[in-house]
């Protein structure tokens, strides 16, 4: 029986290793995906719930308004199109960024609606936090910020995740 070189040996288990933390990070990604998934239809089926119920309407019509409100100000950060990331000095400058006081109240009147929609609003607020962590900085700086520096897959990752958290809570 021939052994393989100790170079290919060495080269195969690189291999086997690249492939297992890829598959690793494809199945963690799968994971908070599958959750998110089974959040919005929870959350939806509440919403359906809370426009039928009066005493949750006031909640769900402040939810939506505070929902439409964080949808319009994260529209206003640069998204990953090539353009975006061109102009992102510009629309960093002068986008108006929600505050943590803001995030708190969405995510507690979210609370009243229901449980379904608070998880929903939390996966919101968690990715347009991550989103402010990253924005603050440019926003207060604009010219000096250096945008290389700023991950534009995970920032469209979490861009997109916010927005469509954002969609389903305020339209219903």
Do not use: C
């Amino acid at each position: 029986m021939t052994t393989l070189p100790a170079w290919l040996q060495a080269g195969a288990a690189v291999l086997q290793a690249g492939v297992a933390v890829a598959l690793f990070k494809i199945t963690r990604d799968y994971v908070h995906l599958t959750r998110r998934l089974a959040a919005a239809s929870e959350a939806q089926v509440e919403l359906l719930r809370a426009e039928r119920d009066e005493e949750r309407s006031a909640p769900l019509r402040r939810l939506r308004s505070l929902a439409q409100m964080l949808l319009t100000r994260l529209r206003q950060l640069p998204d990953t199109s090539v353009e975006a990331v061109q102009q992102a000095a510009t629309l960093f400058a002068n986008a108006v960024l929600p505050t943590d006081a803001e995030l708190q109240e969405f995510h507690s009147v979210a609370a009243a609606v229901g449980p379904g929609v608070a998880a929903l609003a939390q996966a919101a607020v968690e990715n347009f936090r991550w989103l402010l962590d990253r924005a603050r900085p440019a926003h207060a700086n604009p010219r000096t910020y250096d945008y290389r520096e700023l991950n534009w897959k995970t920032w469209g990752f979490r861009r997109t995740e916010a927005e469509q958290a954002l969609q389903k809570l305020a339209s219903g």
